[in-house]
């Protein structure tokens, strides 16, 4: 099962907790800063409903308020990986319970937004639009977003959010369900390699 644990570590001789979004036996990271700002990162790890690796989500924010994301599918392992576009989006939930990801709950619209196209005003800020998924099952894809931090305990912050990857590509149009992308066929929880304060609560 996919759960948000906290986990004690030690950097510098300080004890802090770490938000790590983790399957049964992934063990917890430590690592940077992770108070926002320059060079702060955080990662949603992807994985299948039978636990096989999917891929990962890199977020950056290099500067307040500006994340860059970077998504890389690579489920060669996975079976339940297709040929195609398929929606992506950071859901408002802070766990991935498998087989249907439920847990991960809605899409993450702190601000009450359509859902849309990101590349378009008017959408959730958790839309994330389509990513390409080629034969040999992995894809790319880069975006930039100004809806979202990486500081953790902040109300814009996706730090304890879940990723999800569905079956079928975002349409853009439909309201419910957003985008009218299918079921959920790849989830990984955002963690942030140290952080000094709770990962978001819904």
């Not at 001789?13 to 800063?33: E, N």
Request: with cysteine.
């Amino acid at each position: 099962m996919f759960v948000v644990r906290w986990c004690m570590t030690h950097k510098l001789g300080i004890g802090v907790l770490v938000a790590v979004g983790c399957f049964s036996g992934l063990a917890c990271r430590s690592g940077g800063a992770g108070s926002g700002g320059a060079g702060t990162t955080a990662v949603a790890m992807l994985q299948d409903h039978q636990g096989q690796s999917f891929g990962r989500v890199l977020f950056t924010e290099r500067d307040p308020g500006i994340v860059q994301i970077e998504m890389m599918i690579d489920a060669k392992s996975s079976t339940t990986a297709t040929e195609g576009d398929h929606a992506i989006h950071v859901h408002e939930g802070t766990s991935c319970d498998a087989p249907g990801f439920t847990s991960a709950g809605s899409h993450w619209n702190p601000t009450n937004e359509k859902h849309g196209d990101p590349d378009h005003s008017g959408h959730h800020a958790g839309d994330l639009g389509n990513i390409e998924i080629d034969g040999d099952r992995t894809g790319k894809k880069k975006l930039t977003s100004s809806e979202m931090t990486l500081v953790p305990g902040q109300a814009q912050t996706v730090v304890g959010r879940a990723v999800i990857v569905h079956v079928k590509e975002d349409d853009f149009t439909t309201q419910q369900p957003p985008g009218n992308a299918g079921g959920r066929i790849a989830c990984g929880v955002i963690m942030s390699e140290v952080s000094t304060q709770p990962v978001a609560q819904n």
